[in-house]
Structure formats: structure tokens, C-alpha cells
């Protein structure tokens, strides 16, 4: 569980990070590294990148809580917390891909694949 905790992190801090590199790419980095006071608007893959890392920050206190949950309760069927914790990272690496490339409808059933993995780990704790 360790590891899918640590690879979550990871690709929320990757998804925060892109956003930022487009940032620095469309003003450069001098004005990257300055105060940002005036910044113009987000292009088209900035302002995604930010949107799905708004939405990884809105469901990773979710999958953080069941994972700890999942690794502190006497008889919690690890196994399948573990699996429903890789089915939720996997799809978020997913969502983040096709949320930049702009792909509708696949971006629902991604977001609701990491959904199930989220109810996966739930079950497992119960």
C-alpha cells in the first residue's frame, strides 16, 4: 500500500509541476521566477493541467484517508485496498493524459474507473 500511497504523491506533485512548467514556458522563466504579479491568461494545456490538479487535490484526501485506514485496521482485506488503490492511480495518470489532450467522454469513464477504485478501497475496510 506504501507504494501506491507514494506514487499517488508523486503524480499529483508531477500534475502541480506541469502546470507549472507550461506556466514558465508561454513567459519565459525570468518572469517565471519574479513576484508573477500580471500574469496572462492560462493557454489551453496550462489551464488543464491546472483543472485536473484541482481535481486530483479534490479526491486525494479520499484515497489518502482509506489508504491509511486500509493499513491501520485489523482484518482489512489488504489485498483488495492494494488493488483499488492501483486502479485509482493508474486512472488518475490516465484522467491527467486525456484531461490535457482534451478528450471528453473518455475523461468521464476514467474519472469514474478511479471512482470504483476509491469504492474498492472502501470495501476493503468494512
Known sequence: MV??????????LFNVYAAGAALMLRIGPAAYMGPRDRLPEAGVI????????TNFLEN??????????????DGADIALAETGAMVFVLARAVFISVYVAG????????????????????????
Do not use: D, E, K, N
Not at 469514474?112 to 468494512?126: H, K, P, S, Y
Open 60 to 73: 486525494l484526501p479520499v484515497f489518502l484517508a482509506l489508504a491509511l485506514v486500509a493499513l491501520i485496521v
Open 46 to 53: 496550462q489551464a488543464r493541467l491546472q483543472r485536473a490538479a
Open 3 to 12: 507504494f501506491w500511497i507514494l506514487t499517488c504523491l508523486g503524480l499529483y
Open 103 to 126: 478528450v471528453p467522454y473518455i475523461r468521464s469513464v476514467v474519472f469514474t474507473t478511479g471512482l470504483f477504485g476509491l469504492g474498492m478501497m472502501a470495501m476493503a475496510v468494512v
